[in-house]
C-alpha cells in the first residue's frame, strides 16, 4: 500500500518544448513561403499575346485561346479561381477575370474605345470607383466590371451571357401598362 505522504513527495516534471530563436525563424520563413506560392497560383495564367500592337490585344494567336471577341490588356494575368468560362473563341459563356498593372482609369478607358472595334454596341457606361460598362452584339450581352486592385493595378471582370429571346433594350417604367 502506498502511504498519502509518499503522493505528495513525488513530483511530476513536464518537459516543455521552447524552439530556439532560430527554429521560430525558419517556420516563419516556411509560412511566409507557403503563403508566397498560394497567393501566386492563384494568377498563374497569362493572357499576354506580346506581339499585337497597341494596348489590348484579341487572345487569338496567344498560347491561351479562350477568347477572341473582346480586348484582353496586354500583360493581363488570369484568375483562375474567379474564371468559368463554357466555350471558347467568339463562342462562349461566363467570367472571364484578370489583374492588369495599369490604373483603373487608364483601363476603363481603353474597355470604352476598343469594344466598338471588337463589335460592341455601348448601351450603359457607369464611371465610378467601380467602372461598369455594357454592351450588346447580335444575340449576346456582356458586362466588363473594372475595379482596382493592389497599388495601381486593375481587376477586370468580363461576364458574358446569351441574350434572352424576349431581350429589348427598351424600359418600360414599372407599373405602366403594356404596349401592343
Not at 149 to 171: E, F, H, T, Y
Request: proline residues 4%.
Amino acid at each position: 500500500m502506498v502511504s498519502n505522504s509518499h503522493l505528495r513527495r513525488t513530483s511530476y516534471s513536464r518537459k516543455v518544448f521552447l524552439p530556439s530563436l532560430s527554429e521560430l525563424l525558419t517556420l516563419l520563413l516556411l509560412l511566409l513561403a507557403s503563403v508566397a506560392l498560394v497567393s501566386c497560383g492563384a494568377f498563374s495564367t497569362k493572357l499576354d499575346s506580346g506581339g499585337n500592337q497597341g494596348s489590348f490585344s484579341s487572345s487569338s494567336g496567344s498560347g491561351l485561346d479562350i477568347v477572341n471577341d473582346v480586348p484582353i490588356p496586354r500583360g493581363a494575368v488570369l484568375d483562375s479561381d474567379r474564371s468559368l468560362v463554357l466555350g471558347r473563341g467568339s463562342n462562349w459563356t461566363g467570367r472571364l477575370v484578370f489583374r492588369v498593372n495599369r490604373p483603373t482609369s487608364s483601363v476603363f478607358s481603353l474597355y470604352q474605345s476598343e469594344m466598338p472595334q471588337f463589335g460592341w454596341q455601348s448601351i450603359s457606361v457607369i464611371r465610378d470607383e467601380v467602372g461598369i460598362l455594357q454592351y450588346v452584339m447580335e444575340n449576346r450581352f456582356v458586362t466588363v466590371r473594372i475595379s482596382g486592385s493592389g497599388l495601381r493595378g486593375s481587376r477586370v471582370s468580363i461576364l458574358m451571357a446569351p441574350r434572352s429571346d424576349n431581350a429589348d433594350l427598351r424600359q418600360v417604367a414599372p407599373g405602366a401598362p403594356e404596349q401592343r
